[in-house]
């Protein structure tokens, strides 16, 4: 709790991180908010952008390989924002068996879904993930999110980020619609991202 | 009469025109009608408010004393800093001198202050900020818009850094028969500067007729400017007693206070213009960001420092 309080302090300080509620209202819905990912800071500035009611019950997908280790990472993971880990690259039965868990408990989920970082202001395509989510989660309302200025402040390969202001943009929700082709609905997922940049 | 008599008297002073200025809010809040006019009003308001919680900042300072003054204006350029470099279209080349600006020189610069070691304090920017900078960022190799990217980080950071902290530098100037009441000093340059932004708004808004700078400042008139000015430095002129000047001395000083100041609201609205944006950001509700309200603290106090350390410095 307190780590929790002290991590979105300390990101306010460094990037501002207030959310702006564009074509969406902050409601108790349980949701799955993806946005475009170009820093290792953009979990944690979308999180803290959400109002604490429902930050309380949000949680970050981290990749295990970069949040999951031990040190000071693995601590803001776990206990900062009570991340939900998902494997990269390798092949398992179901790798999204862990976030279909934390929907099923009720919480929401905060995704990128184009699986990496992308250092420039337009997202590349999505990965099928959120689709198959949504789709087998129908009560959960995807929520299009957009991040401003993060690559600037924390570049590839940089370990310290600077302090530059960054707005959390939160967009329309993109529910799937029946019988919606996969690359109908994520490229519809990614306009929504889009139009918001 | 003691430096905490005059402080408290110059505050009951600042404190019932906040009073009345709040009342005068809310009595136009209630007459105003039409939408524009609301606007106008709200915003006045919101400044209104603010102007409270910056004056509550400042007796804060003065009760806590120096450490605390140092921590509070560090904190103001930190938020100015990160205002203008959002503002500045940045590489990825740039981002070990952003962050050496932020996490060295910037804690540097007010630490210097603090140890009262004034020959580094006048240097260390201009000087070996200035050379190390450019050379450190070509040491990433990124050539693409090299000179103008090295320009803004430098400007930045001697805008938001250097010149900001000439205002609690106020504190290292030692007066002889004016010992122990640097802070009063301080409060001195900050009361006629910012005095003098309210006064040439007001002015403005009741008798503005011909602009100053239209492309850069649309809300700046010759009126405004006149006005509020003159104003400002009799009000300037009226406080030489919390000061080690006499009242011509004030008077002089004061005028210099309101044209630096003014100076630096033209030069930073232009450059404000230059980045396309019309506030720096959105921290201060009514007043736009933290450099909207420290643009003429920056030309004002570097000046008001200078010279009284060239009149009056023991």
């Given at each position: 709790?307190?780590?929790?309080?002290?991590?979105?302090?300390?990101?306010?300080?460094?990037?501002?991180?207030?959310?702006?509620?564009?074509?969406?209202?902050?409601?108790?819905?349980?949701?799955?908010?993806?946005?475009?990912?170009?820093?290792?800071?953009?979990?944690?500035?979308?999180?803290?952008?959400?109002?604490?009611?429902?930050?309380?019950?949000?949680?970050?997908?981290?990749?295990?390989?970069?949040?999951?280790?031990?040190?000071?990472?693995?601590?803001?993971?776990?206990?900062?924002?009570?991340?939900?880990?998902?494997?990269?690259?390798?092949?398992?039965?179901?790798?999204?068996?862990?976030?279909e868990a934390a929907l099923g408990?009720?919480?929401?989920?905060?995704?990128?879904?184009?699986?990496?970082?992308?250092?420039?202001?337009?997202?590349?395509?999505?990965?099928a993930g959120l689709y198959h989510l949504a789709r087998r989660h129908?009560?959960?309302?995807?929520?299009?999110?957009?991040?401003?200025?993060?690559?600037?402040?924390?570049?590839?390969?940089?370990?310290?980020?600077?302090?530059?202001?960054?707005?959390?943009?939160?967009?329309?929700?993109?529910?799937?619609?029946?019988?919606?082709?996969?690359?109908?609905?994520?490229?519809?997922?990614?306009?929504?991202?889009?139009?918001?940049? | 009469m003691s430096e905490r008599h005059k402080f408290w008297l110059v505050m009951g002073g600042v404190l019932a025109l906040l009073v009345v200025a709040s009342v005068i809010g809310a009595w136009l809040k209630q007459r105003t009608r039409s939408d524009g006019g609301r606007d106008v009003v709200a915003n006045l308001v919101a400044r209104i408010n603010a102007w409270w919680v910056m004056v509550a900042l400042l007796c804060a300072c003065f009760l806590l004393g120096r450490a605390a003054t140092l921590v509070f204006f560090a904190l103001a350029s930190f938020f100015a800093l990160r205002e203008f470099l959002t503002l500045t279209p940045t590489r990825p080349g740039d981002h070990l001198p952003m962050a050496l600006c932020f996490y060295v020189a910037l804690p540097?610069?007010?630490?210097?202050?603090?140890v009262e070691w004034y020959g580094l304090f006048a240097i260390c920017i201009p000087v070996y900020g200035f050379l190390l900078l450019p050379a450190i960022s070509a040491l990433d190799g990124d050539v693409d818009g090299f000179l103008e990217r090295n320009t803004k980080i430098q400007w930045g950071l001697m805008l938001t850094v250097y010149c900001v902290s000439y205002a609690p530098a106020v504190l290292l100037l030692h007066i002889p028969g004016y010992e122990g009441q640097s802070l009063l000093l301080m409060l001195y340059l900050l009361l006629v500067v910012q005095l003098s932004d309210v006064l040439q708004y007001v002015f403005g808004k009741l008798f503005g007729r011909r602009k100053l700078?239209?492309?850069?400042?649309?809300?700046?008139?010759?009126?405004?400017?006149?006005?509020?000015?003159?104003?400002?430095?009799?009000?300037?002129?009226?406080?030489?007693?919390?000061?080690?000047?006499?009242?011509?001395?004030?008077?002089?000083?004061?005028a210099v206070i309101v044209l630096a100041g003014f100076l630096g609201g033209l030069a930073l609205s232009a450059v404000k213009r230059s980045l396309g944006a019309k506030d720096w950001g959105t921290m201060i509700e009514g007043h736009g960001g933290m450099l909207d309200r420290l643009d003429s603290v920056s030309f004002a106090a570097p000046v008001f420092f200078h010279v009284v350390r060239y009149a009056y410095h023991g």
């Open positions: 709790m307190i780590t929790s309080q002290l991590l979105v302090g300390i990101t306010r300080l460094l990037v501002g991180a207030h959310g702006r509620w564009i074509h969406s209202r902050p409601a108790p819905t349980q949701r799955i908010y993806f946005a475009n990912h170009t820093s290792h800071l953009d979990t944690l500035a979308l999180w803290a952008a959400l109002p604490p009611a429902l930050r309380a019950r949000t949680r970050p997908v981290a990749a295990r390989d970069y949040w999951g280790g031990g040190g000071i990472r693995g601590f803001i993971a776990e206990h900062g924002f009570r991340a939900v880990y998902i494997e990269r690259g390798r092949t398992q039965d179901n790798p999204l068996a862990p976030l408990s009720g919480d929401s989920l905060i995704l990128f879904p184009e699986g990496t970082r992308t250092p420039a202001p337009l997202p590349q395509a999505f990965k129908p009560q959960v309302e995807p929520v299009a999110v957009y991040l401003d200025t993060l690559h600037r402040s924390m570049p590839k390969g940089s370990l310290l980020p600077v302090p530059l202001t960054c707005s959390v943009r939160f967009g329309r929700a993109v529910p799937v619609q029946a019988d919606e082709p996969k690359e109908s609905f994520l490229e519809r997922a990614r306009a929504a991202v889009v139009e918001l940049a | 540097l610069q007010y630490w210097l202050i603090g700078a239209p492309t850069v400042s649309p809300s700046k008139t010759v009126e405004g400017l006149v006005g509020g000015g003159l104003a400002a430095t009799a009000v300037g002129t009226g406080l030489w007693w919390i000061t080690p000047f006499s009242p011509m001395g004030a008077a002089a000083i004061s």
